[in-house]
C-alpha cells in the first residue's frame, strides 16, 4: 500500500492555489483565441482581446486575474491501495491560508454565514472532495484546485426534474438559467453540467466537471454531441463577451452524469466565468 503524507498534498495544494489564482489555463486560452476568430462582433471581439490580455498581464506579473480571488474546492483522487497519514482537512486549509498571504490574495470567506458573517481572514476552511479512483494499481493520486468567485457561485443552479425530462428539459433548465443570470457572470461563460446521483451528489458533479479540458472531447459520442449543442444553444442567446453582445456567451460546457432514482431527474449547473481557474496534478 501507498502511503501519502497528508503534509505533501498541503504543499501542492499552496503551489496550485496561487498557480490558478495568476494563470489563465493554456486550453481556456485557446477557446478564448477560437471563439474570438469566429466572433463577428467587433465590441465583443475587443471584449475578448481585453480578457485575454488581462490573462498575460497576471501570468507576468504573478497577480491575481480576479480581484476576486474566489472560494477553493480541493479535489483529491486516491489511487488503489493508496492511504493518506495525518489530517488532510487541516493540512488543506493552512496551505490555502498561506496561499492567501503569499499571492496578496482577497480574503472572501465568512465564517457565521446567518449571523455575523465575519470574515475568516485567510479564505479557510479550504472545501475539500475526497473520492476514490476507479482505475487499476498504476492510476495515480491526483490532487484538483478549483476557485471560484462569486458572481459565478451566485449564478449556480440545482433541481429536480420530472423524470421523463430527459435532454430536453436539462437543456431547457440551463438555457433558463442563463438567460436569466448569465449577464451577472462576467461572459464568457464555462458550464459544468451534473445529471443524475441525488440531490446531494449532483451539484458535486456539476461543479467538478469542470476540471476537465475544454479541449478534451468525450469518449461517449452522445455526450460530446450534447455539450457541442450546449454550447451553441447558449451562444445563440446573444449575450455576449462582457454582455456587450455577440456568439460568444459560452466557450465550454461538460457534462457528468451518474445512476439516478427512477422517479426523479436531478440536474445542477455550475456556472463559471471565462477566468476558469483550475489545474489538476499527480502526486
Same mark, same amino acid.
Given at each position: 500500500?501507498?502511503?501519502?503524507?497528508?503534509?505533501?498534498?498541503?504543499?501542492?495544494?499552496?503551489?496550485?492555489?496561487?498557480?490558478?489564482?495568476?494563470?489563465?489555463?493554456?486550453?481556456?486560452?485557446?477557446?478564448?483565441?477560437?471563439?474570438?476568430?469566429?466572433?463577428?462582433?467587433?465590441?465583443?471581439?475587443?471584449?475578448?482581446?481585453?480578457?485575454?490580455?488581462?490573462?498575460?498581464?497576471?501570468?507576468?506579473?504573478?497577480?491575481?486575474?480576479?480581484?476576486?480571488?474566489?472560494?477553493?474546492?480541493?479535489?483529491?483522487?486516491?489511487?488503489?491501495?493508496?492511504?493518506?497519514?495525518?489530517?488532510?482537512?487541516?493540512?488543506?486549509? =493552512?496551505?490555502? &491560508?498561506?496561499?492567501? *498571504?503569499? $499571492?496578496?490574495?482577497?480574503?472572501? /470567506?465568512? #465564517?457565521?454565514? !446567518? +449571523?455575523?458573517?465575519?470574515?475568516?481572514?485567510?479564505?479557510?476552511?479550504?472545501?475539500?472532495?475526497?473520492?476514490?479512483?476507479?482505475?487499476?494499481?498504476?492510476?495515480?493520486?491526483?490532487?484538483?484546485?478549483?476557485?471560484?468567485?462569486?458572481?459565478?457561485?451566485? =449564478?449556480?443552479? &440545482?433541481?429536480?426534474? *420530472?423524470? $421523463?425530462?430527459?435532454?430536453?428539459? /436539462?437543456? #431547457?433548465?440551463? !438555457? +433558463?438559467?442563463?438567460?436569466?443570470?448569465?449577464?451577472?457572470?462576467?461572459?464568457?461563460?464555462?458550464?459544468?453540467?451534473?445529471?443524475?446521483?441525488?440531490?446531494?451528489?449532483?451539484?458535486?458533479?456539476?461543479?467538478?466537471?469542470?476540471?476537465?479540458?475544454?479541449?478534451?472531447?468525450? &469518449?461517449?459520442?452522445?455526450?460530446?454531441?450534447?455539450?457541442?449543442?450546449? /454550447?451553441?444553444?447558449?451562444?445563440?442567446?446573444?449575450?455576449?463577451?462582457?454582455?456587450?453582445?455577440?456568439?460568444?456567451?459560452?466557450?465550454?460546457?461538460?457534462?457528468?452524469?451518474?445512476?439516478?432514482?427512477?422517479?426523479?431527474?436531478?440536474?445542477?449547473?455550475?456556472?463559471?466565468?471565462?477566468?476558469?481557474?483550475?489545474?489538476?496534478?499527480?502526486?
Amino acid at each position: 500500500m501507498r502511503v501519502i503524507q497528508a503534509s505533501a498534498i498541503g504543499r501542492a495544494v499552496e503551489a496550485l492555489c496561487l498557480e490558478v489564482s495568476t494563470e489563465l489555463p493554456r486550453d481556456v486560452i485557446q477557446a478564448l483565441e477560437s471563439f474570438r476568430e469566429a466572433e463577428k462582433s467587433e465590441p465583443a471581439r475587443q471584449v475578448i482581446d481585453l480578457i485575454l490580455e488581462n490573462g498575460r498581464v497576471a501570468r507576468e506579473a504573478g497577480v491575481p486575474l480576479c480581484q476576486d480571488t474566489g472560494v477553493f474546492t480541493v479535489y483529491i483522487t486516491l489511487g488503489r491501495d493508496t492511504a493518506i497519514e495525518g489530517d488532510l482537512q487541516a493540512e488543506a486549509s =493552512a496551505a490555502l &491560508a498561506r496561499a492567501t *498571504a503569499r $499571492g496578496s490574495l482577497r480574503a472572501s /470567506v465568512v #465564517d457565521e454565514p !446567518m +449571523d455575523e458573517r465575519r470574515n475568516t481572514k485567510d479564505n479557510t476552511p479550504a472545501l475539500l472532495e475526497l473520492e476514490l479512483s476507479d482505475g487499476d494499481d498504476l492510476t495515480p493520486t491526483t490532487i484538483g484546485v478549483l476557485a471560484k468567485g462569486g458572481g459565478s457561485e451566485m =449564478a449556480s443552479r &440545482a433541481a429536480m426534474l *420530472a423524470p $421523463g425530462a430527459g435532454w430536453e428539459g /436539462v437543456l #431547457d433548465f440551463v !438555457m +433558463d438559467v442563463v438567460s436569466d443570470l448569465g449577464a451577472r457572470s462576467c461572459p464568457p461563460l464555462v458550464l459544468g453540467v451534473g445529471v443524475g446521483g441525488a440531490f446531494d451528489s449532483v451539484a458535486v458533479m456539476a461543479k467538478r466537471a469542470l476540471l476537465e479540458p475544454l479541449d478534451r472531447v468525450s &469518449a461517449d459520442p452522445k455526450t460530446a454531441a450534447r455539450e457541442a449543442e450546449l /454550447v451553441a444553444a447558449v451562444n445563440g442567446l446573444g449575450i455576449g463577451p462582457g454582455a456587450v453582445g455577440g456568439t460568444t456567451t459560452c466557450i465550454g460546457a461538460k457534462i457528468a452524469t451518474a445512476p439516478c432514482h427512477m422517479a426523479s431527474l436531478p440536474v445542477a449547473l455550475s456556472v463559471n466565468c471565462h477566468s476558469l481557474r483550475r489545474k489538476v496534478t499527480e502526486i
